[in-house]
Nanobody
């Protein structure tokens, strides 16, 4: 079955940047729409963005629009989330997930990575 592994998390100062990766194995990632979610301590998991496998279109939560960018590298079987102008409120565990169609609901995603911690602090 599809396996997803996130990478690239870490500690960064406010205003800094990180690039998260979501690498897939067993199946090619271009078959799936890939969403990113995040969960901060004491808060519900929220959708961040999603990239479509059909046309490459992307969706972003209002809180990250203009700062985060999704891209897909089919040759590397990896989806990247470029995060710029990071804010302390971006601190969370970030998960990538695969679904047949982009959705705002986590329940629609059948495959999940283990998550990677992003901490934005001075």
């Amino acid at each position: 079955q599809l396996q997803l592994v996130e990478s690239g998390g870490g500690l960064v100062q406010p205003g800094g940047s990180l690039r998260l990766g979501c690498a897939a194995s067993e199946f090619t990632l271009d078959y799936y729409d890939i969403g990113w979610f995040r969960q901060a301590p004491g808060k519900e998991r929220e959708g961040v963005s999603c990239i479509s496998s059909s046309d490459g279109s992307t969706e972003y939560a209002d809180s990250v629009k203009g700062r985060f960018t999704l891209s897909r590298d089919n040759a590397k079987n990896t989806v990247y989330l470029q995060m710029n102008s990071l804010k302390p409120e971006d601190t969370a565990v970030y998960y990538c997930a695969a679904a047949l169609v982009c959705s705002q609901s986590a329940i629609d995603y059948n495959y999940w990575g283990q998550g990677t911690q992003v901490t934005v602090s001075s």
